[in-house]
């Protein structure tokens, strides 16, 4: 059966730069619907303007433009072999409609991981990290950074810093992650498929455990 993976957790828990690890170890494509938001930023199109003052506000999509992006890319031909989702669902109605929608590929949601880590811990991972303009490759400054400075080790493409990753727009998404996204955890807790993953350790660590908890 085709394996959907979910990885939960708050802004800078460790989802994009674990997804990243999953996707080579598993041979499954990483679909980050923050990601796509902000590929369609990049180039202008209507959803990208759609959802341009919910990103940089720091406040979720609605639920409707949300559903329709992942709906369309996860009907790819890369994706029936399944995923592994980085950032979606965020909200108790993508998560419902994201089960209808594997259900009409015969299919459902085989893991929920999430990735817990300290509060204080977020803001530092936040401000110090660093994307690639190209396909959003994630480092950190001072934990995870490039061999050279400003430039991506895997596509040679310039980094760049996110620009809801200012102090007061993470406050405001660590409280709509509070508010929206937390109470995934018992939905899937409930289904029986949470695995929680303590995040506070090595990054090298945290991909280690949580393949040892899928594989099982
Ligand atoms: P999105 O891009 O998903 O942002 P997020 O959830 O806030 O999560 P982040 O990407 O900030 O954190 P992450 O967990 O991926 O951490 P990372 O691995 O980078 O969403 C952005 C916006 O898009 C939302 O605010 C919303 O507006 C919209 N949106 C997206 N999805 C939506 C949805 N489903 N519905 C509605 N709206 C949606 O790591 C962070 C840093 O820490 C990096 O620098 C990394 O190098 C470092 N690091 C990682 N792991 C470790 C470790 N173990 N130790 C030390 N440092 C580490
Ligand atoms: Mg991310």
Redesign the pocket.
Known sequence: MARYIILL?A????????AQIMREKLGLPNI????L??ENLRNRTELGKL?EG??KT????P?DI?IKMIKDRLSQSDCTKGAIL??????PS?AEELDRMLAQFGSKVEWAIY?SVAENELVD??S???LCKAQGH???VL??PPEQAGICDIDGSELYQRE?DRVETVQQ?IR?YHQQTQPLIEYYRDKGILKEID?N???EM?AENILKEIER
């Open positions: 957790g802004p800078g828990a460790g989802k994009g730069t674990q980050s619907s923050g990601e938001f902000r959802a919910f990103i720091g406040k979720l999509v639920d949300t980085d950032g979606f669902p965020r909200t993508q990735l991972r936040l110090g990290r660093r994630v480092y950190h934990n995870n809801d998404r709509v995040g350790r090595s990054i945290i």
